[in-house]
């Protein structure tokens, strides 16, 4: 006999958009769309099109006849331990703090909901659904504007006490560093986000007298692959800090995978045999002898996918 499929609704509020997913519990999309992000205009308004994007979910599934076990939702910043509040931390959305979000969504659909950082439910979808797919321990990046993460172990989301943790990105690279957008000194995420990256490769050109116009992540990959001295050097400097980072993560948690998502990470398997072989060069060979470093396959999907991996798989 055939099993029943299980469906759920996946919202993952972003700074710019909200985006939301009807999704069945083997990773498959039913349903999905997005809406802008009110996100100067305070929480009530935030909370608003978060609902806005559930009842578009719940309206398909009544439409469909599908049945919905509940709605996950993802948002910035630190969420309470048991699933339920935003405590604070999401700095691009204004007021969103002490918002009881789970509570909010159940008083609106009657459906049950759950609620958790936007990078550990990309961590909990690559590892239900995607590159990490029957691993355990888990390690997750997504290298963007900033550097986001998320850690499981013994297939479980790992939060740290309360779930203040696993600001991957916020660990230390440089002691003597550049001041990061945390207000600490020398962080990942300073010198190995994309914006890192393109900020590192302006700085080169400044110093050569060269004017790098609109240069961004992708136009940097393109100049790399043509050879171009500075996006060579640029790009080589970006994989070693970034080696050095999840170098780090792979010596205290020893992952099977270590799951790297973002634009760059599409930028081919060119990025990722360089990656792994900086990693290599300097990780404790036992910490690291059954981690692999591999794409995150899910793209901008993850978190809607992770939202609904909360209702299924009670982690
Ligand atoms: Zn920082």
Redesign the pocket.
């Known amino acids: 006999m055939e099993r029943e499929i299980r469906y759920a609704a996946g919202i993952d509020l972003g700074g710019t958009t909200v985006k939301y997913a009807v999704v069945d519990d083997r990773g498959g999309i039913c349903f999905s769309g997005s809406l802008p992000t009110p996100a100067t205009a305070g929480a009530e308004a935030v909370a608003g099109a978060v609902l806005q994007a559930v009842k578009a979910c719940t309206d398909h599934a009544a439409a469909a006849g599908l049945t919905l076990d509940g709605v996950g939702a993802g948002t910035p910043g630190v969420i309470s331990a048991d699933g339920r509040t935003v405590v604070g931390g999401a700095e691009n959305i204004a007021g969103w703090e002490n918002v009881p979000l789970a509570d909010i969504i159940t008083r609106a659909s009657g459906l049950a909901a759950r609620i958790d950082n936007d990078a550990n439910l990309m961590a909990l979808a690559e590892t239900m659904f995607g590159a990490a797919q029957g691993a355990s321990d888990v390690v997750f990046l997504t290298v963007g504007t900033g550097i986001g993460g998320g850690v499981l172990i013994g297939g479980r989301l790992f939060g740290g006490y309360r779930n203040r943790g696993t600001e991957l990105?916020?660990t230390v690279l440089l002691a003597d560093g550049e001041r990061?957008?945390?207000g600490?000194c020398g962080?990942l995420?300073?010198y190995a986000s994309t914006s890192a990256l393109v900020r590192r490769y302006r700085e080169r050109a400044e110093r050569a007298g060269k004017d790098a116009g609109s240069v961004d992540g992708r136009k940097i990959v393109e100049a790399y692959r043509a050879g171009e001295p500075l996006a060579l050097e640029t790009l080589e400097e970006h994989w070693r800090f970034l080696a050095e980072g999840i170098r780090s993560l792979v010596n205290i948690f020893a992952p099977q995978k270590v799951v790297v998502g973002g634009g760059i990470s599409e930028a081919g398997d060119f990025y990722f045999d360089r990656l792994r072989e900086y990693v290599a060069e300097s990780v404790i060979p036992v910490c690291g002898s059954h981690t692999e470093i591999v794409a995150a396959r899910l793209g901008n999907s993850a978190g809607c996918l992770g939202a609904a991996g909360l209702v299924f798989g009670k982690r």
């Open positions: 990105g916020h990061c957008a945390c600490a962080c995420e300073h």
